[in-house]
């Protein structure tokens, strides 16, 4: 009466087969005392112990769909519960096949109903047990309010197969049981039950809620909250699943060029949306390549996969090239996109994750050092190279004692008259295998996080001890200071007392930094440097002005005195055309209407000395003047010098490379 009267809406399984076994118990009842027999005259004799047969059946298969039905789920294997069905299915049948003692032997069918209860109780028995090892709850309120029918079940059959005598006991004692059942322990038990299952219910919709949001939180963390992406834990699962299968692919590294510059200029709400800007960019490359994956990996670093193929490595490296110079804007600030790639294959270039990517990363790290905003595909001779430069880092600190490094002298001149008003000092390595050697050969070596530091401030002792014995021959010494130097919070106040160490006056020493330098994650910290120092009387120099694109930005910030033409532009004087000398010409007016002297690198030619002239340049130097010697040379008389021959041009290239 409570499954149907009071518990309306929703029924459970376990509700439905209980109610089902009520039913059919009491139909037994009514049957066995042939109080049915008021209502069907003629369900009496055969009859009425045929139906017995058939509500057996179905009560023994009843009573096992409820018992497996109101278990909490997944608490017994499912093997143990398909066995149940199965008996409980074997058990409605055979009470059928009781039934029809017309086509079967009577004796022989009842004996198998029998054996069909026997089964079932000691299947059902082990479940129990099963059960209440695994801690249900469910099975002790089972066993208190169908406790008494089992045993007297178990009873019956005992009867039935003649262990115990022939009485009416076990019947009467049957009825009692499922009175007791039913009158006393049904609303409670299911009541129970009810509330057992709505917990249930509950946990289940925890389970459903706790899987969605373990769904959310694995999909955030594999995700790049800034672009939407997929981070660098997604970039490598992607890695190791296509290395598992052994497919070829492609990875390229993609290096945001000049961020830093884009959050100092547009605050750190226009270097995000640089990077979503890009981002979009990436993403949309990748949705037309089938199968290829982008990853933001890093702060200024994008991934992207896609499966090896030549012809769409050219492809996909053409579409990224059309981003480069592509003009952004952001709160009306205008800017250029520049992207740096490296690229690598699998296997053909490495046969391992971690070894695909550094190469990957050596070829990034030469894109960028050949100029930013370019594509460079893995070579072996990189890790050749880099190999070198870990054999060199080793070599450096003997290097240092051995007193290996020296400095050569390359003399500035002023245009107009050609009299020598200053030197640079240029690094140079007298390697006792690799002899002479210039920085480009051991780059690395100057940016190392200990050795390089060293050599950098031996690189300024030198300078000061040169300055100190030859005052009089060298009125100036510029000299290239990396970032390592200028970015301490007592980096000025060092290199101030070497200078009194040493005796020598601030104004002697130039100090030369490259856009690179002011690029620098510590900034702000080497502009602070860099106006201590000039406010002492130190002279800063901007080298290789005109090859970025924050120079002017940078000059606005600077305490800058000497603007340093980079050479490739003075090279392109001799050619037509190319707009060079217009950009030359702009230069040399914005540096001399700021107030600096403008000084041009690698003049090869008295053509370029007089054109410089004519545009007003006021200080020079190159081949022309002179090579980097280890002596202070002086400056020639006009009428002596001679265009250089071509391969002093050519050396003229390298001996400018610059210390950092």
């Not at 490598?236 to 510059?261: G, H, M, P, T």
């Amino acid at each position: 009466m409570y499954n149907v009267v009071i518990h309306a809406g929703r029924r459970y399984a376990f509700q439905r087969w209980y109610l089902l076994w009520v039913l059919l118990a009491f139909a037994y009842g009514m049957v066995w005392t042939n109080t049915a027999a008021f209502a069907v005259p003629d369900l009496v004799g055969p009859k009425a112990v045929r139906l017995d047969y058939v509500l057996v059946g179905l009560m023994i298969a009843a009573g096992n769909m409820f018992f497996f039905a109101v278990l909490e789920e997944g608490l017994l294997p499912r093997r143990l519960i398909q066995g149940g069905h199965l008996l409980a299915c074997t058990g409605a049948v055979l009470g059928f096949v009781a039934a029809a003692d017309d086509l079967f032997p009577a004796v022989r069918t009842d004996r198998w109903l029998n054996y069909a209860v026997a089964a079932t109780a000691v299947w059902v028995a082990l479940s129990c047990a099963m059960a209440m090892r695994r801690g249900s709850r469910v099975i002790w309120f089972y066993m208190i309010g169908w406790g008494p029918v089992i045993c007297v079940f178990v009873a019956r059959l005992g009867r039935n197969l003649g262990l115990l005598p022939q009485s009416d006991n076990v019947d009467m004692a049957t009825f009692a049981a499922l009175a007791f059942e039913a009158l006393i322990l049904s609303l409670a038990i299911a009541d129970r039950f009810r509330m057992v299952r709505q917990q249930l219910d509950v946990a289940q919709q925890r389970r459903a809620i706790d899987m969605i949001e373990a769904k959310a939180l694995r999909i955030a963390a594999q995700t790049d909250f800034l672009t939407g992406l997929g981070n660098r834990s997604s970039f490598q699962q992607q890695i190791r699943e296509r290395v598992s299968f052994n497919a070829s692919f492609s990875l390229l590294l993609i290096d945001v060029d000049y961020l830093k510059d884009a959050n100092d200029c547009l605050g750190h709400a226009g270097g995000d949306a640089l990077l979503q800007r890009i981002a979009s960019g990436l993403a949309e490359i990748a949705r037309s390549v089938p199968e290829a994956r982008v990853a933001r990996i890093g702060g200024d670093e994008f991934a992207m996969l896609f499966p090896s193929d030549e012809v769409l490595e050219t492809a996909v490296v053409e579409q990224i090239g059309d981003m480069q110079g592509e003009p952004w804007n952001y709160m009306g600030q205008g800017r250029v996109l520049s992207l740096s790639v490296g690229s690598a294959r699998f296997p053909e270039d490495a046969n391992q994750p971690e070894l695909l990517y550094h190469n990957a990363d050596l070829a990034l790290y030469n894109a960028k050092r050949l100029g930013r905003g370019r594509h460079y595909r893995y070579d072996p001779l990189l890790r050749i190279l880099r190999d070198m430069q870990v054999e060199f880092t080793a070599d450096a600190e003997l290097a240092l004692k051995r007193q290996e490094f020296s400095l050569y002298l390359q003399p500035i001149v002023t245009l107009p008259s050609s009299t020598c008003c200053g030197y640079e000092a240029l690094l140079r390595w007298e390697h006792p295998e690799h002899g002479l050697m210039l920085p480009d050969r051991f780059a690395e070596v100057l940016v190392a996080e200990k050795i390089g530091m060293r050599i950098q401030e031996h690189v300024l002792e030198l300078a000061l001890g040169i300055l100190r014995e030859r005052r009089d021959e060298i009125p100036m010494l510029s000299v290239n200071f990396t970032s390592a130097q200028l970015a301490g919070p007592r980096a000025a106040r060092r290199v101030l007392d070497r200078l009194t160490h040493h005796g020598v006056p601030p104004s002697s020493l130039c100090i030369e930094v490259t856009e690179g330098v002011m690029l620098d994650r510590a900034a702000d910290n080497i502009l602070a440097t860099l106006r201590t120092l000039h406010k002492a009387g130190v002279s800063i120099a901007l080298d290789d002005f005109g090859t970025g694109f924050a120079s002017l930005v940078h000059l606005r910030k600077m305490p800058v005195d000497r603007i340093k033409i980079d050479r490739s532009f003075i090279a392109g004087l001799d050619e037509t055309g190319g707009g060079t000398l217009a950009i030359v010409r702009a230069i040399i007016g914005l540096g001399r209407g700021l107030g600096n002297i403008v000084v041009a690198e690698g003049i090869e030619t008295e053509a370029q000395a007089e054109q410089l002239k004519e545009l007003g340049c006021h200080q020079g130097q190159g081949f022309l003047f002179g090579r980097a010697a280890p002596e202070p040379l002086p400056s020639l008389p006009a009428a002596e010098r001679t265009a250089a021959p071509a391969h002093f041009a050519m050396e003229e290239e390298i001996v400018s490379a610059k210390a950092a």
